[in-house]
């Protein structure tokens, strides 16, 4: 595998275990191609750097112990497909998700898409339980 890929599949697993649970807006800048495509993102929300920063300043506010657990990492050429599940204990509010006392929320699975080293695209691939 060359050194290129590597490079992607490392700023891939950057964004996944440091910037979003740190909400680590410089870092996203680094990472995130300023043309990305969020596919998750509600119906009229921006899309490219401003719609991420957004997903990922909701995150912060909704949940605290934000993690993703990678499990598996693919990549050809400039492409790079990360499978993770994300968790996090709901503790925060939002326009979508009142805040919850119980338990945390199931994990959801995720699937982040990452070209020329930057991420521009992401998409849910479906969810699990806890």
């Not at 275990?17 to 509600?42: K, Q, R, S, T, Y």
């Not at 990360?82 to 939002?94: A, D, I, K, N, Q």
């Amino acid at each position: 595998m060359s050194q290129d890929t590597e490079g992607i599949k490392a700023r891939a697993r950057r964004t996944l275990e440091e910037i979003f649970p740190n909400g680590d807006i410089a870092g996203l800048a680094e990472v995130v191609h300023p043309d990305c495509v969020n596919h998750e993102a509600p119906p009229g929300a921006p899309q490219g750097l401003d719609g991420m920063t957004q997903t990922v300043l909701w995150l912060k506010g909704a949940f605290s112990d934000r993690r993703y657990q990678i499990h598996q990492v693919i990549a050809e050429g400039d492409t790079v497909a990360v499978h993770c599940t994300f968790s996090g204990r709901h503790t925060g509010s939002s326009w979508a998700c009142p805040r919850r006392t119980g338990p945390s929320p199931p994990a959801r699975s995720t699937s982040f898409v990452s070209r020329m080293a930057k991420v521009s695209s992401t998409g849910r691939s479906g969810t699990t339980s806890p």
